[in-house]
Structures are given as C-alpha cells and as structure tokens.
C-alpha cells in the first residue's frame, strides 16, 4: 500500500500561471482533504470531498478549485498563482467523514509562486 | 481567540525527562480530539487520540478536560526521536457541516 500519493514534490511557478496538484489514495477512504501549511499559521484546510462527487470549501478555499476525480484521486488546481499560494500543500483522507478516523497524510507538495 | 492553541514552545529537554504540553479549544461543541506528530519537512501522522477518560500509550499520556476545554500530553523517558512538532486538532461537525481544526504546533527537541 502507497497510502497518500502527491504530485508534484516540488514546483516553482511565476505569478499567473496555473497548475493542478494530484491526489491518490489507495485505502478505499470515502473522504479527502486538501491542506495548506504556513510558517507560524498552522494546517488549514482548503477544500475536502466528503466523498465521491462532492466537494465543500473548507477554510481558505479562494483562488483554489477541486475536482473528485473518483474515489480514488482529488485534485487542486490554481488557476491564476499569486505569490501568497507559496506554501507546502498536503492531501489527505479518512474513512469518513463523520467519523473520528484517522486522517492519512501524503508526503506534501511543495508550491514557490515568484 | 483563536480556535485551538497551544503552547509556544520550543521545548529543549534532555534525554529522559518528562513534558507536558497544553492545548485549549474553544468550541464547545468540539467532539474529537488528536495529537498528531510532525517531523521536520515531513507530514502529519497521528500519534493518539484522546479519550474523555484519558488514555496511556506506552510513554505518552493524553488527558481531555471538557469543562475546562483543555486537552494534554505527557511523555515520559524522552528519546531522541520523540524529536518533532507535536499538534493539537480539534474536530466538530454536525448538521452537514465539518470542521477539523489543528493548532500551530509545539516544537520539540529532545538533547543528548
């Protein structure tokens, strides 16, 4: 088992330019997450899908957009990168959402917008 | 207020002592609540959840306080790698609706 796959690892973009960061897990999880994390700010989650086809916002979900692509994978993508985006991004899942399971972290993305 | 805090930190402790670190809430109507572990430029991994009744998992001690919305963690007989950012979360749902909350973070560095 792979757990919590993310890709890229690393990514430089310049200011306006788009990308989609991916998501998979291999847990048969219902419910995924997307997370942002800022020095002397904390996790803070931006979107999460309760589970597949649908999708709510989270905390900070501006100038992002999701896509459940299926049970499996979850997808973010930044349309217009500004330079606030800088920041590590983390995709996760449980179970379920209700539930108080474990949340399974991927290893992280790493986004520098210039 | 801000939702879940906790203690500044950093902790520096030397091999084999004991720490404790703080956590308060504000929601009242919080339902679970995790420590999580973090390793530096690593992701989160649950460490324990925390039971009403408190709960033990080898060195590390979690104590919940409803009434006072004040969460612990203890360990005991510090090593090397308990070395990491340890992080308070917080979760509350209900009606639809999902929240899972997750404190700053308290650093700690376990010396030799």
């Known amino acids: 088992n792979a757990g919590v796959t993310q890709t890229p690892k690393f990514q430089v973009l310049k200011t306006g330019q788009s990308m989609t960061l991916q998501c998979a897990q291999d847990?048969?999880?219902?419910?995924m997450y997307w997370y942002r994390q800022d020095p002397g700010m904390g996790l803070r989650l931006i979107y999460y899908s309760a589970s597949e086809g649908t999708t709510d916002k989270g905390e900070v979900p501006n100038g992002y957009n999701v896509s459940r692509l299926n049970k499996r994978e979850f997808s973010l993508r930044l349309e217009s990168a500004a330079p606030s985006q800088t920041s590590v991004y983390f995709c996760a899942s449980s179970e379920g959402l209700v539930t108080p399971s474990e949340q399974y972290f991927g290893p992280g993305t790493r986004l520098t917008v210039t | 207020r801000k939702e879940v805090e906790q203690d500044p930190g950093p902790f520096n402790v030397p091999e084999g002592a004991t720490v404790a670190f703080n956590c308060t809430y504000s929601?009242?109507?919080?339902?679970?609540f995790f420590w999580y572990r973090q390793d530096c430029r690593k992701e989160p991994k649950l460490l324990m959840s925390v039971y009403s009744s408190g709960n033990e998992d080898g060195r590390f001690t979690a104590q919940l306080n409803r009434a006072s919305q004040y969460i612990s963690l203890l360990i005991r007989d510090s090593k090397l790698s308990d070395s990491a950012t340890y992080l308070c979360?917080?979760?509350?749902?209900?009606?639809?609706?999902?929240?899972?909350?997750f404190g700053k973070g308290t650093k700690l560095s376990v010396i030799p």
């Open positions: 847990m048969n999880h219902n419910s």
């Open positions: 979360v917080v979760k509350s749902s209900g009606a639809g609706s999902y929240q899972l909350t």
């Open positions: 929601n009242s109507a919080s339902q679970s």
